[in-house]
């Protein structure tokens, strides 16, 4: 079936920092990739997403790539801020929302 | 514009009672799904209605969840009984169609404990 891999946190970096959070997928057909962020105390909010091979999501000073032939979805920012500490979840849809298992960034002053 | 109301937001119950959570989704949206989200893992889904009727329910535990969208509206999940197991978040999200590619939007989600 249909699974989504990130990378294990808590992340931890300082305010500025670049980040990379790694997200693989494995699905059959064309799936579309989702960036969803859980700030504490809150829902999950879509972040960003990407429909088809090469599309580049991007949001807030975030992005993502859909690479077909690396069956990846990376997110990426080039400058943290502590207000960016919260868990990221990677997601695919075929049909329906199927999750990885999160990643917590905490950003520090 | 209001987005989705989950209540209550927090539940305490002892294993093999009962317990109901309540979901309101944003206006306009004709489809509605419950997620269960345990510690340290993403959101499952557990059910998915389009209007008042079923999607999909693959993955609910029938023999103990059920859940209901009366008038196409508000929707209940209810747990009966309760196991341990069940402690978990347990999140509501609408969306505009069931279209794959569109937005869902989740809201608060319900934080179920059971001792």
């Known amino acids: 079936g249909d699974s989504v891999t990130q990378m294990e946190g808590p992340v931890t970096l300082s305010e500025e920092a670049f980040l990379t959070i790694n997200c693989t997928y494995t699905?059959?057909?064309?799936?579309?990739l989702f960036w969803y962020v859980q700030y504490p105390g809150e829902g999950l909010q879509l972040l960003l997403k990407?429909?088809?091979?090469?599309d580049k999501g991007s949001n807030k000073g975030f992005e993502a790539t859909y690479r077909k032939e690396t069956t990846s979805f990376h997110l990426e920012k080039g400058s943290v801020q502590v207000s960016d500490s919260a868990v990221y979840f990677c997601?695919?849809?075929?049909?329906?929302?199927?999750f990885g298992k999160g990643t917590m960034l905490l950003v520090s002053p | 514009e209001a987005g989705v109301a989950q209540s209550p937001r927090y539940k305490i119950i002892e294993k093999r009672q009962s317990v109901a959570f309540w979901c309101n989704p944003i206006?306009?949206?004709?489809?509605l799904y419950w997620y269960q989200q345990i510690l340290g893992q993403g959101p499952k889904l557990l059910i998915q209605?389009?209007?008042?009727?079923?999607?999909?329910d693959s993955q609910l535990p029938k023999d103990r969840f059920s859940a209901e969208r009366l008038k196409g509206v508000d929707s209940t999940l209810k747990i009966q009984p309760a196991k341990l197991e069940d402690s978990a978040v347990y999140l509501c999200?609408?969306?505009?169609?069931?279209?794959?590619?569109?937005?869902?939007?989740f809201g608060p989600g319900t934080r179920l404990t059971v001792t």
């Open positions: 999200a609408s969306s505009s169609t069931g279209t794959v590619s569109y937005e869902q939007y």
């Open positions: 699905a059959t057909g064309y799936p579309s």
């Open positions: 990407a429909t088809k091979a090469d």
């Open positions: 997601a695919l849809s075929a049909g329906t929302l199927t």
């Open positions: 206006s306009g949206h004709a489809t």
């Open positions: 209605f389009q209007n008042n009727g079923v999607v999909d």
